[in-house]
């Protein structure tokens, strides 16, 4: 009785293949995703991926109708877009999943003009696009790397698994009709804003659900001056050496601050309480690639290279000469980092 | 005295036998994967999971019935459930594939798991109310199984969770998630599927007696074609290649030496 619903699932993949057989020009729906009145660095960083597809690219702005406007217009003048859907509804100001999905769902379903849905890895995303997917019985490439897509209609993507100590190739082939995937940002720049704006714009209604079966209760963000961790071109990173809360601030926030870099941390330092979560660097935390990065009492665990070793200069300090955090660092100093940092202030200013 | 739940909850906790997190993986000369002659474990997010699920019976003891585990893998998956038993799960459920097998992907995993939980609902009237699964593996590092899962089964979801308070009456769960530049709140109907989070909790160590005791609790066998599942990728794996090898970097003496490498490559006071 079980396998009635498999074979009817094979059948209906069979005719999006015979649909979508003859390869036409990729068309990838961009999630553009937005805070406090601005369009998110990493949604610039998919915008840059959808493009490489070679394709018409539109981007997708969902939200409260006051946040969506101003954001329209930023959108229009990126570079490689080809047109704008806007979607707004006072469910949207601070949505879940469970809202969006809908939405989503009924631009993707019934033919849609689009062969790609992108958005960057962000928490979000990552929450949203696999349900998507599941519900269109598509799968989902996470995190790429790269791309390229074929003129057979098949897209071929490169992505760190493991914890980034191996790179997957994988190919989505022409018969899946809708490939869904999320873009590490750092792998691909920030689409520039250089266009005239001269884009089409088209609003959807809203899908609202009469009853979500999640709601939001309350958001809180960690509150901060500085440069944001995963787009920083400097970051200053912590681990367990740095003792506790008080010493963690006293000692990396001067340097951060000198160089203009964002604070970065270690798990073992989240975990012991001295930085927020929200600054863990690593598979489980934020996937930085700054151009500096500073890591300070740091030993250098597989997961915590995982999220830092495509940054261009990695500076280490550490106690121990041993650590490995020295085999991927371009200028290491042995020593004691309640020494060393004060001083590196004293000389850099 | 506690208060009396509508109805007793069953949880079924998914679990992935994973190469361990402390391995330094080994890509194969031919380019097709890892060196898997390594040591495996439970994927680190999926001992969080039993954990909390086990976590919440000691905190709730009149609200649930049954923890059970499902693990989707070769036959040396039965090693992780037994894992899980130890740690307290009631039984366990093996989906068994070949070793030749190539690993399925997120999609076949959430259907199987689809598959399951109506087969808990219908053949053994016991449907599940709460699912809790890693936010990813640390192998694929995919991160989707669990939202496709409440994707496909139209239920809610909670991902990347920090805290999760069920209510007393069991109809629904404040979950505290880890977003991007903090948390947030959500409250969700059950049944629902919630993704862990590290921050979870610290799960326990097996006890000598409680691995014994393990051994004799209930454990499933099915195979994919049991449940109509077919668990062939759609995405074709052309290459596993190392990543790119930094050069070796060199270590300075002083702090001179480090701040004059600091200038020479650009970088000074902002």
Redesign the interface.
Do not use: C, M, W
């Given at each position: 009785m079980?396998?009635?619903?498999?074979t009817a699932l094979?059948t209906s993949h069979r005719a999006l293949f015979r649909a979508y057989a003859t390869a036409s020009q990729p068309h990838a729906l961009v999630l553009l995703e937005h805070?406090g009145g601005a369009l998110e660095s990493g949604s610039l960083s998919a915008l840059t991926a959808a493009g490489q597809l070679g394709g018409k690219v539109t981007g997708l702005i969902i939200g409260d109708k006051d946040q969506v406007t101003p954001l329209v217009e930023q959108a229009k003048k990126l570079q490689g877009i080809t047109s704008v859907i806007q979607s707004s509804s006072p469910h949207y100001a601070t949505p879940?999943?469970?809202k969006l999905?809908p939405l989503l769902l009924s631009l993707l379903k019934d033919s849609p003009p689009f062969t790609h849905v992108v958005s960057a890895h962000?928490?979000?995303a990552?929450?949203?696009?696999?349900?998507?997917?599941?519900?269109l019985?598509?799968?989902?490439?996470?995190?790429i790397t790269s791309l390229e897509h074929d003129a057979s209609g098949s897209t071929?993507f490169t992505?760190?698994?493991?914890?980034?100590?191996?790179?997957?190739?994988?190919?989505?082939?022409a018969s899946?009709a809708l490939k869904f995937f999320t873009v590490r940002p750092t792998a691909f720049p920030a689409a520039a804003s250089t266009n005239s704006g001269d884009v089409e714009v088209k609003e959807v209604a809203a899908v609202e659900e009469a009853e979500?079966?999640?709601?939001?209760?309350?958001?809180?963000?960690?509150k901060s001056d500085r440069p944001?961790l995963?787009t920083a071109s400097?970051v200053v990173s912590g681990g367990r050496a740095l003792k506790d809360a008080a010493t963690f601030e006293k000692t990396l926030y001067p340097l951060a601050d000198?160089?203009?870099?964002a604070v970065g941390a270690s798990?073992a330092a989240v975990?012991a309480g001295y930085a927020?979560?929200?600054l863990q660097v690593g598979?489980?935390g934020?996937v930085v690639a700054p151009?500096?990065y500073i890591a300070l009492g740091i030993s250098g665990a597989?997961?915590h290279l995982a999220g830092m070793?495509d940054s261009k200069?990695?500076?280490a300090?550490n106690k121990d000469a041993d650590a490995p955090i020295?085999?991927?660092?371009?200028?290491?100093?042995?020593?004691d980092l309640f020494e060393?940092v004060p001083?590196?202030v004293e000389?850099?200013? | 005295m506690h208060p009396t739940s509508a109805r007793l909850l069953n949880i079924l906790v998914p679990i992935k036998r994973t190469i361990d997190y402390a391995v330094k993986i080994r890509v194969n000369p031919q380019n097709t994967g890892v060196d898997t002659n390594v040591k495996h474990s439970m994927n680190p997010f999926d001992e969080i999971a039993v954990e909390e699920a086990i976590r919440q019976r000691e905190r709730n003891k009149d609200a649930i019935k049954s923890i059970k585990v499902v693990s989707i893998g070769p036959p040396k998956a039965s090693e992780v459930i037994r894992s899980a038993l130890a740690m307290g799960a009631d039984s366990g459920i093996h989906v068994e594939y070949p070793d030749s097998a190539p690993s399925p992907e997120p999609l076949a995993i959430a259907k199987t798991l689809k598959a399951i939980i109506e087969r808990e609902a219908k053949e053994k009237n016991a449907p599940i109310d709460l699912v809790i699964l890693g936010k990813q593996a640390i192998d694929d590092d995919a991160g989707q199984t669990g939202q496709m899962l409440a994707g496909l089964l139209g239920w809610g979801q909670a991902t990347y969770a920090s805290k999760v308070e069920l209510d007393a009456s069991g109809k629904s769960a404040n979950v505290t998630t880890e977003i991007d530049g903090g948390s947030q709140q959500l409250k969700g109907q059950l049944p629902m599927v919630i993704t862990t989070d590290l921050r979870l909790n610290e799960p326990r160590y097996a006890s000598l007696p409680n691995i014994m005791k393990a051994k004799k609790k209930p454990v499933e066998k099915l195979s994919p074609s049991d449940l109509g599942i077919d668990l062939t990728p759609l995405l074709e794996t052309i290459r596993i290649s190392e990543p790119a090898k930094r050069q070796a970097g060199a270590k300075v003496e002083t702090v001179e030496e480090l701040v004059a490498k600091l200038k020479e490559a650009g970088f000074k006071a902002a």
């Open positions: 079980l396998r009635t619903p498999t094979r805070r879940v999943t469970e999905s962000t928490s979000s990552r929450s949203l696009l696999p349900r998507v997917a599941a519900l019985d598509v799968p989902a490439v996470s995190d071929t992505r760190p698994i493991y914890a980034g100590n191996a790179i997957a190739t994988v190919k989505a082939p899946i979500a079966a999640t709601e939001h209760i309350s958001t809180n963000l960690t944001e995963g400097r000198l160089l203009g870099a798990r975990d927020d979560n929200s598979q489980t934020k151009e500096l597989i997961q070793k200069l990695i500076v300090v020295f085999q991927v660092a371009d200028v290491g100093l042995v020593g060393v001083q590196l000389k850099l200013k | -």
